[in-house]
């Protein structure tokens, strides 16, 4: 088997191919250009898209040629969900969008040399077909039957499915068509997912140009349950540090399931096979080491966000848990934290602060006043990493982080926090 091939079977990320044996030939023909696209349906690419642009590198890697399309014109139309229809935005909001996932992605793909990858925009072909010729041109190949077997479809019938989203998938094939026509591209990667979409297009390049043209899938990633992996309480997890920074990212992947890390290490890390079965083997022989997702959250944050970010994280996670001083942390990274913990609003009350058995209560580090004092005189109560040892104590202004937080902890492992209005 083609070694680029081989690497991505055994990683997992190989769920489909359109003809495995014609595939495995053109790429040892020589450099292939496919390409990867984003819809920009949001202000930022999440976890599941990095594993497309992860695999997107390993291509590049293997020597060909990647185009990272960002969907301009599908970002206003919007692929059918099946929980409903899409909410339109507006075209100033999508041209925003273009721009943050152009910079996102563009970090994880060479611009240089001989295979440089390329950013394509699919509003600059759109844009520029008149409707007619839309559906002289590209709807004459999409019988209305094989649409409406469609899964995603058929789902909607009953509730019901605008015109504009059943014709997405024209859209989108009409991207592979274009890149075929303009840069000779014969590959497209994306989610499982997307196989109908990604299909439809090698099936409209092979009717309108009469062409064989490739596509491969990878597999979506899930947690045990068989939810996505990716998806928290708090909703996605973002490539944008705005919205998931380097400390929540690192967290997250520090608490991957024992089941599932090192299938998440074969898919986002560049770590050899050998060093992945050793941590295999270390899961099995030492889980509460928890090797593998310190592995797994130090490539993937040093992947997003850089090794400088990482260590910031990892400095105010010792930090919390009692191993480093909480004040040397920047506000920044102390922010961070105290939005991944969740730190509550409290008042300052008589013209106090406020009292730490309050906050004990208040950030859920205990369940009442009672535990909280029957934790200070037991001896495991701490207010920013420094044992309290009167039940009476208050948090005074020389007590805040940054000047309005402080860290709550019950022994090692129970963790709160408080934003104090001043």
């Given amino acids: 088997m083609n070694a680029l091939l081989e690497d991505l079977t055994w990683r997992g990320l190989l769920a489909n191919s359109t003809d495995p044996r014609a595939l495995e030939a053109q790429l040892d023909e020589g ?29 590049q890697a293997a020597g060909h040629r990647p185009l990272i399309l960002v969907g301009g014109a599908t970002g206003l139309i919007g692929d059918p969900k099946a929980s409903g229809e899409r909410v339109m935005n507006s075209k100033e909001v999508v041209a925003g969008w273009v721009s943050r996932l152009r910079e996102q992605s563009s970090q994880f793909v060479s611009f240089e040399g001989e295979n440089a990858a390329r950013m394509v925009n699919n509003l600059d072909w759109a844009s520029s077909i008149s409707a007619i010729d839309f559906l002289r041109d590209i709807g004459k190949y999409f019988p209305v039957n094989r649409m409406l077997d469609r899964e995603i479809v058929k789902s909607r019938l009953e509730s019901g499915i605008s015109f504009t989203e059943f014709s997405y998938v024209l859209l989108q094939s009409m991207d592979y068509l274009e890149l075929f026509r303009r840069y000779g591209c014969r590959l497209q990667t994306g989610g499982s997912d997307q196989w109908g979409n990604i299909t439809a297009g090698v099936e409209l390049v092979r009717r309108a140009s009469g062409e064989h043209v490739h596509a491969l899938a990878t597999p979506l990633l899930l947690k045990s349950d068989g939810t996505k992996f990716g998806k928290t309480e708090g909703g996605g997890v973002w490539l944008d540090p705005a919205m998931t920074s380097a400390y929540a990212l690192h967290q997250f992947f520090l608490n991957a399931e024992d089941s599932k890390v090192i299938e998440y290490l074969k898919a986002m890390s560049f770590r050899s096979r050998e060093e992945i ?108 990493n420094v044992k309290v040892t009167d039940i009476d104590q208050t948090i005074e202004p020389e007590d805040l982080l940054a000047g309005r937080y402080a860290v709550l902890r019950r022994g090692k492992h129970t963790i709160g926090a408080v934003r104090v209005n001043r």
């Avoid at 848990?321 to 991944?340: C, H, I, N, Q, Y």
């Fill in 277 to 384: 079965m050793d941590l295999e083997q270390q899961t099995l022989s030492s889980p509460h080491r928890r090797a593998a997702q310190h592995a797994l959250a130090d490539d993937v944050t040093d992947l997003v966000h850089g090794e400088i970010a990482r260590r910031h994280a990892e400095e105010a996670a010792r930090a919390v848990f009692g191993s480093a001083e909480l004040a040397r942390l920047d506000e920044p990274t102390l922010a961070a934290v105290m939005a991944e913990i969740k730190a509550v609003e409290i008042d300052p009350t008589d013209g106090h602060g406020p009292a730490v058995v309050s906050a004990l209560v208040a950030s859920g580090v205990v369940a009442s006043k009672s535990a909280a004092r029957r934790a200070i005189e037991e001896g495991g109560a701490y207010l920013n």
């Fill in 31 to 59: 450099p292939v250009t496919f390409y990867v696209g984003f819809d920009p349906t949001g202000p930022s690419l999440h976890i599941g898209h990095l594993v497309q642009l992860l695999t997107a590198r390993r291509l």
